[in-house]
């Protein structure tokens, strides 16, 4: 367990103190309820060469949730849309999901491997 803490004001329970994961970007919305209170990571992320994501992942965790689990995860997110393709966006999008599918989502699984130890739940 991380020996960090922060400390969030809600709506429904005043300033809540919690234990904050060595993972956790420190970025934590103020005024909500407390269930709603997360911890994030930084995103991995995969672009296309001028910059436009198209896939990330990140830990997250809701560690006061009320109907889901309070276990560290790990989010993806897709560039959503339709896009149009060329024959050599095609080369740049086959190779960047390469990617993510051999680099990025390993690092995650370390990531989130390294989450769940810490949280010990
Ligand atoms: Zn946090």
């Given at each position: 367990?991380?020996?960090?803490?922060?400390?969030?004001?809600?709506?429904?329970?005043?300033?809540?103190?919690?234990?904050?994961?060595?993972?956790?970007?420190?970025?934590?919305?103020?005024?909500?309820?407390?269930?709603?209170?997360?911890?994030?990571?930084?995103?991995?992320?995969?672009?296309?060469?001028?910059?436009?994501?198209?896939?990330?992942?990140?830990?997250?965790?809701?560690?006061?949730?009320?109907?889901?689990?309070?276990?560290?995860?790990?989010a993806?997110?897709?560039?959503?849309?339709?896009?149009?393709?060329?024959?050599?966006?095609?080369?740049?999008?086959?190779?960047?999901?390469?990617?993510?599918?051999?680099v990025?989502?390993?690092?995650?699984?370390?990531?989130?491997?390294?989450a769940?130890?810490?949280?010990?739940?």
């Open positions: 367990m991380s020996a960090r803490t922060v400390t969030v004001a809600t709506s429904d329970h005043g300033d809540v103190t919690m234990a904050e994961p060595s993972w956790c970007d420190g970025l934590h919305k103020t005024g909500g309820a407390r269930s709603d209170l997360t911890h994030n990571g930084l995103p991995l992320e995969v672009a296309f060469n001028d910059g436009t994501v198209l896939a990330y992942g990140q830990l997250c965790q809701w560690p006061y949730s009320e109907v889901a689990s309070r276990k560290p995860y790990i993806v997110e897709l560039g959503g849309g339709e896009h149009e393709y060329d024959d050599a966006d095609l080369v740049e999008l086959q190779q960047k999901l390469a990617t993510f599918a051999a990025t989502i390993p690092e995650l699984r370390v990531r989130l491997s390294a769940l130890a810490e949280a010990r739940l």
